[in-house]
């Protein structure tokens, strides 16, 4: 598990400062007017817009262009898609399991886009619910290190109904029940300690150790999926440990 997600940790910081900055924005955007539709343009009578707004702004979107999603979402302004979230499955090299969430308004060009990636690159798609039983939603909130250990933040959290916090080298990870993810946001916000994210995410109850060259393979899986506008979010159910990590970071 700490594989998987130390290496999306890293991924996400080099994609806020690399070529892909403009797709990870889009995303990043696209979270806002989907939040803002399902649950009203008031951030603060909204958890989910919050959060979604918090990771834009930590990722630099422009405020102009959150405000402008926020405003489209929530019928406040003329423009918004209609977007539908649809998750596909499949398997990567190495036997590792992939749930592939998109947020689309062309299910179509989607469902094309997924498979093309798969082909590709040494995946194949697999039925719905052949690999879903494999994660577990959760509510994951990424802190930043700065002067804290891990004790501060468990200390804060802890009554709140955080499960887990998992040390990633830079920041903490801290995992709950998805349904606790508010509490523990809001526990953190009220001892003082910054975050940069908190959503619902996938995580696996079991995962697969990777071989530096399956590492590759899979790793290279991920970015051609990533890399289509429908994709939201790619989670895999591979280990990897810090040695192979740091050597394809080199």
Request: with cysteine; net charge negative.
């Amino acid at each position: 598990m700490s594989g998987h997600s130390k290496w999306a940790t890293t991924k996400h910081k080099k994609a806020v400062i690399d070529a892909k900055r403009g797709k990870l924005f889009a995303k990043l955007i696209k979270n806002i007017e989907v939040a803002a539709r399902t649950g009203g343009p008031d951030p603060d009578g909204n958890p989910t817009l919050y959060d979604a707004i918090q990771k834009a702004r930590k990722s630099s979107v422009p405020i102009d262009n959150i405000e402008r999603a926020r405003k489209r979402g929530g019928g406040l302004e003329a423009g918004g898609a209609d977007w539908q979230t649809i998750m596909y499955e499949g398997y990567a090299p190495g036997g590792v399991a992939v749930l592939i969430e998109c947020l689309t308004d062309n299910r179509n060009r989607a469902a094309s886009d997924v498979r093309v990636a798969m082909t590709r690159n040494g995946g194949s798609m697999a039925d719905p619910g052949s690999v879903s039983y494999m994660f577990n939603r959760k509510g994951v909130v990424i802190v930043p290190k700065a002067s804290l250990t891990e004790d501060d933040v468990l200390m804060a959290v802890l009554e709140a109904g955080a499960e887990e916090v998992n040390d990633l080298g830079e920041s903490f990870e801290v995992v709950s029940e998805a349904s606790d993810m508010i509490p523990v946001r809001t526990a953190l916000q009220d001892a003082g300690i910054d975050y940069d994210s908190a959503e619902s995410s996938f995580l696996p109850t079991i995962s697969v150790p990777l071989d530096e060259e399956n590492a590759k393979r899979v790793f290279r899986l991920i970015d051609a999926l990533e890399d289509s506008d429908d994709v939201q979010n790619v989670y895999a159910n591979f280990d990897v440990s810090d040695e192979i990590l740091a050597k394809l970071d080199a």
